[in-house]
């Protein structure tokens, strides 16, 4: 397979691309090898696309929507016209399999479709006045330039969440490229390059991440904070967005439960769950990362999980036999086997892997399954962010829907029940803000995406997501007398 043609080794700033005397390494974590050395920001870099983006903002703000619409359009279009090398540069920086960096391609380019439909729906309202000389009018602005944050386990999905809303908005947006994997941010500022986004209305900056977002958010051009990250990270930039008063949407961590009750089709809930948990070697953040099963089916279930993990191929993710590639860091290779480390510690059981894996050069880690866990564990009370799954049983609904809620976190959920009432009473009453029932995969574009508790605030996707980066104005005008 060739090496794929990399974006330019730069920041994207005002339309164009500039480099900087300082570089960081950017690496393949399948084996280590050198991909690119890309710029390390400076505070007159940062200043430049400040000024950069507000000054997209007074271009971008004032085109047309249906003008955005297209614009919109073409992104989607250049970006399925270039999957196969998005997907490749995608397995390259962050080491998910070729389909899995496929998937998200395609999902990336599904958002601007989506959003290229929304940027024509910011609807107003009328309100009826008072008295017959009143007029009330209520309209949807851009709520101004956006500072942008997004974690390195999606690397093109999390950044598109931001900017395509923004964008339908009429707002400019900046991005920071997350270090550990940034080549596919500045790929999506080369294809809405492409397609004729003016200049200013997207920018990518690299380098620090501390430096940068302290340095962003502090500036009076940005008027909106987004991030998608961990807790302690959202906590830090609530703070700094604090003091300036900005509008902040927060998608942090989650410890999604699945609650698995007796009526369900335990086999098929079981391969399913695991088939989905070693998804992008569990750094998803809305994994399945508890499994509670009802006591009844948890031998059922617990077989189908283990024999499906057993059947997954760990190798590079250009390797088309590769099922499940590396953890993106040695940092997060180190946090998962810690957790695994602690539950044995405690009594738990390894049904499957255990430990890193016997693989050269990359930080691969065993798909791992654990039995006999209590909830004082580590792996139940923190996020896992990793391939280790820890299975436990409950006897009760009451049980289940308690021991799922009680965490701090509270992003997905999911549900395996063939009963309705089941069904509903346990969306109703699971603490997050996205339910599966018998299905796994629920990200998509046109539903809201976010969390509650310490999982954040705000939605991505769906109509709620353009609303996000909107202010709602009110008219009030006074007709002159008849």
Known sequence: MSDPQLPPAAMYIAGAWHTADETFPVHNPADGTLLAELPVARPEDLDLA??????GFATWRRTQPWERSRVLRRIADGIRAQAERFALIMTLDQGKPLAQSMGEVLASADQFDWYADEARRVYGRTVEGRDAGTRIFVSREPVGPVAAFATWNFPALLGVRKIAPALAAGCSVVLMAPAE????????????HEAGLPAGALNVVSGDGPMISRHLIASDVIRKVSLTGSVPVGAELLRLAADGIKSVSMELGGHAPVLVFADADAERAGRLCAR???????????????FLVHEDVAEAFTEAFVAETREISLGDGRDPATDM?????????????????DAVANGATV?????????????????????????????????????????????TFEEAVTRANAT???????????????????????????????????????APFGGVKQSG???????????????????NLRLRSA
Do not use: W
């Open 408 to 446: 701090p976190f509270g992003l997905a959920g999911f549900v395996f029940t063939e009963d309705l009432t089941t069904a509903f009473r346990a969306a109703e009453e699971l603490e997050t803000g996205m339910v599966g029932v018998n299905e796994m995969t629920i990200a998509t574009a046109e």
């Open 325 to 341: 590639g590396p953890l993106t860091t040695a940092r997060r290779l180190a946090g998962v086997h810690a957790l695994v480390e």
């Open 457 to 475: 605030f705000g939605r991505e996707g769906g109509t709620e997501g353009v609303q996000d980066y909107t202010i709602a104005k009110y008219v």
């Open 276 to 290: 989905t948990k070693f998804r992008n070697a569990g750094q998803v953040c809305i994994s399945p990362s508890r």
């Open 50 to 55: 400040l000024a950069a983006t507000a000054d």
């Open 351 to 395: 049904l499957a892997g255990g430990g890193p894996a016997d693989l050269p050069g990359g930080h691969f880690y065993l798909p791992t399954v654990l039995s006999g866990v209590d909830d004082d564990m580590r792996v139940m009370a923190e996020e896992p962010f990793g391939p280790v799954a820890p299975i436990s049983t409950f006897k």
């Open 181 to 192: 994997a940034p080549l596919c941010s500045l790929l999506i500022a080369e294809i809405a």
